[in-house]
Nanobody, 117 residues
């Protein structure tokens, strides 16, 4: 497994914003799609958002209109802009590349997001 580097997590009050970053060792997001997952304590991992190689984005219903996924192929980075954060968004967030077996072998280690009321 190839490690992606997640960053940008932290603690914020409800209604605030955070921007997560996921840096790859090479320009993989020029050939792979990308995804953000999250896992809250005691819950199963949830798919938050994806961006395809063609740039098509999808979101979980719980984050539509609040989160935006994007990528920078030149800088090899995947982003997740999170606005109007809610306490229910508290979780460890993970990034991953998506596509063929080579893409799927790239995963982040996770970054904690804590939203307080």
């Amino acid at each position: 497994q190839v490690q992606l580097v997640d960053s940008g997590g932290g603690s914020v009050q409800a209604g605030g914003s955070l921007k997560l970053s996921c840096e790859a060792p090479g320009p993989i997001f020029g050939t792979c799609g990308g995804a953000w997952y999250r896992q809250a304590a005691g819950k199963e991992r949830e798919l938050v958002s994806t961006i395809s190689f063609a740039g098509i984005t999808r979101y979980a219903d719980s984050v539509k209109g609040r989160f935006t996924i994007s990528r920078d192929n030149v800088q090899r980075t995947l982003y997740l802009q999170m606005n109007r954060l809610q306490t229910e968004d508290t979780a460890v967030y993970y990034c991953a590349a998506q596509g063929d077996n080579w893409c799927d072998n790239h995963r982040g280690q996770g970054t904690q997001v804590t939203v307080s009321s």
